[in-house]
């Protein structure tokens, strides 16, 4: 069955370190969307993509970035983690029709 | 997007309906009526949605006023796993595919 995959799950890292979230579909989307989600804030989205070379901020994008180099995949890189970026991240990935996402299970960034 | 009222939390008895609603008062004729939930700890999880006529889906039906302000999402048989946040969210398809999640409202079914 298509499915969409993140990892790692659960991940520790130090400030100052850069990191990156994999996240992987098999759907064929070309669609795919990275969201964080913490306490008090719900789901805000970071950085997506509609295609293969395209991406976009979305509404709390500073110091996250990503690259679409192919279909399958968005990783997310920190590219100096931060304890303010200590969260759950959420990939999530849609076809333009119909258009509804479907997310991953998440990965936990602490950032110590 | 439009935004979406909610009260923050509800309950029902194992078996029976949960009817979630939820207000959209602003919004526009392009745009669609969304809900997604969230079992804790897991992510979102497409439910249902809708423009204007009612739709049903193995999980749920969505019933949209005809004014399209409000709507209801019923769970026609809730079950101790149908415990979750759920999000109703409006917003337009096409290009702009941006979901807005706001706090949504919490459902807890008892046994």
Same mark, same amino acid.
């Given at each position: ?55 976009n ?33 959420f ?5 333009s ?16 | 997007?439009?935004? !979406?009222?909610?009260?923050? /939390?509800?309950?029902?008895? &194992?078996? +029976? ?7 959209h ?30 739709? !049903?889906?193995?999980m749920? /039906?969505?019933?949209?006023? &005809?004014? +399209? ?43």
């Open positions: 069955d298509a499915e969409i995959t993140q990892s790692p799950r659960h991940k520790i890292t130090e400030t100052g370190r850069q990191v990156t979230l994999a996240c992987h579909q098999t759907w064929n989307h070309n669609n795919m969307f990275w969201y964080r989600q913490d306490l008090g804030h719900g789901l805000r989205l970071i950085h997506y993509s509609y295609g293969v070379h395209d991406t901020k979305g509404e709390v994008s500073d110091g996250y970035s990503v690259s679409r180099s192919n279909t399958e995949d968005l990783p997310l890189t920190l590219e100096s983690a931060a304890s303010s970026q200590t969260s759950v991240y990939c999530a990935s849609s076809e029709i119909p258009d509804t996402q479907y997310f991953g299970p998440g990965t936990r960034l602490t950032v110590l | 997007d439009a935004k !979406t009222t909610q009260p923050p /939390s509800m309950d029902c008895a &194992e078996g +029976r309906a949960a009817n979630l609603p939820c207000n008062s602003t919004i526009s004729g392009n745009e669609y009526v969304y809900w997604y939930r969230q079992i804790h700890s897991q992510g979102p999880q497409y439910i249902i949605h809708g423009l204007k006529n009612n739709e !049903t889906n193995e749920a /039906s969505l019933i949209i006023t &005809e004014d +399209r302000k409000s709507s209801t999402l019923i769970l026609p048989h809730a079950t101790l796993r149908d415990t979750a946040v759920y999000y109703c969210i409006v917003r337009a398809t096409g290009a702009n595919s941006k979901l807005t999640f706001g706090k949504g409202i919490t459902l807890s079914v008892r046994p």
